[in-house]
Structures are given as C-alpha cells and as structure tokens.
C-alpha cells in the first residue's frame, strides 16, 4: 500500500508512521506533508524516504530542501497549498492519511476523494465544512472512506460490515457518541472563566494537538464529531445521543431495534483505529497494549451537560439549521480557539463568540465548494469582529 500522509507532523500524523514502521514491508510512504516543522519532517525523510516533502511555508521548504539535499536524499520538496493537493492525488499514492488540523485540511482530502483515493479521515472539519460536497465527490469517484476520529472508527466497527447508509434498514435504533467530558468536567462553573490554555490542553486520558485538545475541553470536538456522524453514517441529530464516558474506555456504541448494543473498546490510543483503517479489512498489530479490564474496573457513563457546554448545544443547532451553518459554527470556533489560545479571550468567551457569529450571519445552501469556502471567509471576519469588540 503506497499512503501520502497529510499532516505527518502532528499528533495522528506521527502515530501513523509509528505504525507503519512496525510493518515497513506493507507500506510505503510515498508523500509527507506538514505546516513549518521542518526538523521534524526532516528526520521523517531520513526514516521513511518518501519521493515528495511538502511544506506549507515556503522558507521551511527552503531549509528543508537543503537539508534532504546534504543527507543526499531523492526526495522533492514542494512548498505552498497546491502542492498539498498535488501530493494527494498522485498515481502512485492510493491511500491518503488525512491528519491535517483545521479548515486546512479541506481542500487536499476533497481533491483524494475526487481522485478516488483510499481516505482514512481523521480530519473532521472536512465533513463538519463540506459534509455534502465530500461525500458526493466520494460516491462519484467510488472511493473507500474509513474513519480514523476513535469514535467513528468504533461505530463503523459495530455497524454491520457493508452498511448501506440507512440505519432503519439496518435495524439500528441509535448511535451512542461517547465523551470523556474533558478536563473541565468537574470543575466549578465559577473557575472556567479563568482557565489557562495549558490546563485546557492537558486532556485527562488523550494526548493531541492543540486545537482538537481546546475543543475537548469545550466539547466542541464532540460537537463536530455529532455533525461528522451525521455525514458519516447518514444520521439524523436525534439519532446521535452523546453520552459522557470519563475513562474514554469504550469508544462508542450502536444500539439495534432487538436491545443489542455493540461497543469497541480499547485503551485510549489513536494507533488503534489507525492501525485498523491501514489494515482494513484485515487487522494488524497497532503496538498499543491490550486492554486489562481488571485494571479498568469500573466505567462511569453520565447525560452531557449542555449548560456547562454550550459548544455541544450549538454544533446540535448548527447541524439542525443545516446548509452553511456547520462551516460557519467550525470556522468561528478555529477563530475564538486561536484567540484563547493566543490569551486574548477567555474561555468562556469562544461559545460566546460562535453564537454571536451563528446569530449575525445568514444561513445558505451549499452547491458547491466555493459556498464552503464563502460561509468560512465570512464566519472569520465575522469572528475576528466580534473578538475585537468583546
Ligand atoms: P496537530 O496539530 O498535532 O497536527 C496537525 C498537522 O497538520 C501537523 O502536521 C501540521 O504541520 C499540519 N498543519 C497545520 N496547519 C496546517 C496548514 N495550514 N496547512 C497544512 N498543514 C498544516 O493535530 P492532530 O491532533 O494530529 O489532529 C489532526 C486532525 O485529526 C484534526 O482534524 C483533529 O480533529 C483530528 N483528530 C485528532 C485526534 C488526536 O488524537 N490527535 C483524534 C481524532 C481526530
Ligand atoms: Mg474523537
């Protein structure tokens, strides 16, 4: 299997290739792609000696391209957004990894699906911005789109192999989202308007990158992830319930019209769904321990609370308003993390923030790509805007 990796530097990014390694004979790493980490993505050439690096930062390519070109290496180096998309939809990648954070990742992952690419998605935003456009482009190229977010790597493990997209046919009643309800779950109402970026970002059971680990804390991540079942799985938002899991031991489930209700369980680590969707359908070693129930004892499951967490009420509302909504709520959110975790808001200010940019600007129709990428230019000023007032 020949996989770009969009995204290698980051959190999903490193733990794919971490897996890869362990079976250097299946696959082989044909493009990695990061943001300006060029150390990093230096010594991921040395190890994996892809045949294209991509930077987004054209002086990071700069550095890069000398680097790999002293080590005597035949790799090329590319720089600047197009090139991500040019790495995506080589002939010679059939599987793409995409783990780029943000509405960045939109565009590459769209152009895989178009190219009728393998996609293990574990960015979200793309579904959350584009859900309709993204999985036409993936019905028309007949490409396979695997989930890699745990949660919907879970569900799609305990739907039926094959599922059609239809739930009733199916004999599903629900899907039960889990939540591990953040490092804000239990604290005072009154101490959340002082929290830092570092406790937000210090996730109790997950270590990830920064933005996904504030939307943890917000529960906007389980926001999104309502709206990425949605397109996923065909469901509608009364067919999601999230249900608050603090040990994330079990990492969802689906309940069926006879009272079954089939869960994935294992230890918080992302190689497992990764590992499973490189293998997929077969199963290989992820190189995370097995999962001592002994040691788990007991798991605690609780409603979501919405009044402490009004980002989940406003990814509900977003996806029931439909159209636009989704990618002005997303892009409003990446705005009013950015700012929090730039100290210039605190953090009960980013629902505040995305409310007011749901309630300021009117909801429309996507037909294409370009109504996305609208929604989402206007959403930013119109964050940035209510930023500077606030
Ligand atoms: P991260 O911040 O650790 O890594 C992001 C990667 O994207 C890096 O390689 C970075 O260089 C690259 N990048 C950032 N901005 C870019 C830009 N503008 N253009 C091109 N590349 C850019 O993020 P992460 O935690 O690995 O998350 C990646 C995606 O996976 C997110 O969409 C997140 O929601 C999703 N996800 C992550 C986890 C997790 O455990 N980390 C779990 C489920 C889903
Ligand atoms: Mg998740």
Redesign the pocket.
């Known amino acids: 299997m020949n996989i770009t990796i ?10 794919t290739l971490d897996v890869v390694a362990r079976h250097s004979g299946k696959f082989k790493i044909v493009a990695l ?5 060029a150390d990093l993505l230096f010594r991921q050439c040395v190890q994996f000696k892809p045949r294209f690096a991509v930077m ?1 930062d054209k002086n990071a390519a700069a550095q890069l391209r000398q680097r790999v070109r002293e080590a005597g290496l035949a790799i090329e180096v590319l720089s600047g ?1 197009a090139a ?1 998309e040019q790495v995506s939809v080589l002939p010679e990648t059939d599987t793409v990894m ?5 509405a ?2 939109l565009q ?1 992952t769209l152009a895989a699906a178009r190219a009728g690419k393998k996609i293990l998605l ?5 579904l959350v911005m584009a859900g309709n456009v993204f999985m036409d482009a993936v019905r028309a190229s007949g490409s396979v789109l695997l989930p ?3 949660e919907h790597n879970a569900i799609f493990q305990a739907l039926p192999r094959g599922y059609d997209g239809n739930l009733a046919r199916s004999g599903v009643r629900r899907i039960l989202l889990t939540a591990s309800g953040g490092p804000f779950r239990n604290m005072p109402l009154s101490e959340l308007q002082h929290v830092t970026p570092e406790q937000a970002c210090a996730h109790p059971n ?8 504030v ?1 943890s804390a917000s529960m906007m ?1 389980k926001g ?1 992830e309502v709206i990425e079942a949605h397109w996923l799985f065909n469901a509608s938002a009364d067919d999601i319930q999230v249900v608050v899991h603090p040990q994330s031991v079990i990492h969802s489930l689906v309940e069926y019209v006879d009272g079954s209700v089939l869960a994935q369980l294992g230890n918080p680590d ?1 190689r497992i ?1 990764i590992a499973y969707g490189l293998a997929w359908p077969e199963r290989i070693d992820s190189g995370v321990a097995p999962l001592d129930l002994f040691k788990v004892a007991t798991m605690d499951f609780t409603a979501p609370d919405f009044v402490r967490f009004p980002c989940l009420a406003l990814a509900y509302q977003a996806l029931r308003a439909a159209g636009t909504a989704p990618a002005i709520l997303n892009a409003a959110n990446e705005v009013a993390v950015a700012a929090f975790l730039d100290k210039q808001i605190p953090f009960l200010s980013i629902p505040r923030v995305i409310e007011a940019v749901l309630d300021t600007l009117p909801v429309g129709t996507i037909g294409s790509l370009d109504d996305v990428l609208a929604a989402d230019a206007d959403a930013r000023r119109a964050a940035q805007q209510q930023i500077k007032q606030s």
């Not at 969009?6 to 733990?15: D, H, M, Q, R």
């Not at 997950?206 to 680990?213: E, Q, T, Y």
């Open positions: 969009l995204g290698s530097t980051g959190s999903i990014g490193t733990s792609t990061a943001n300006c980490q987004l957004a991500l995409a783990a780029i954070v943000g960045a990742g590459p574990a960015n979200k935003e793309t890699i977010d745990s997950w270590v990830m990158g920064r933005k996904i680990s939307d991540n999104l992302m769904p």
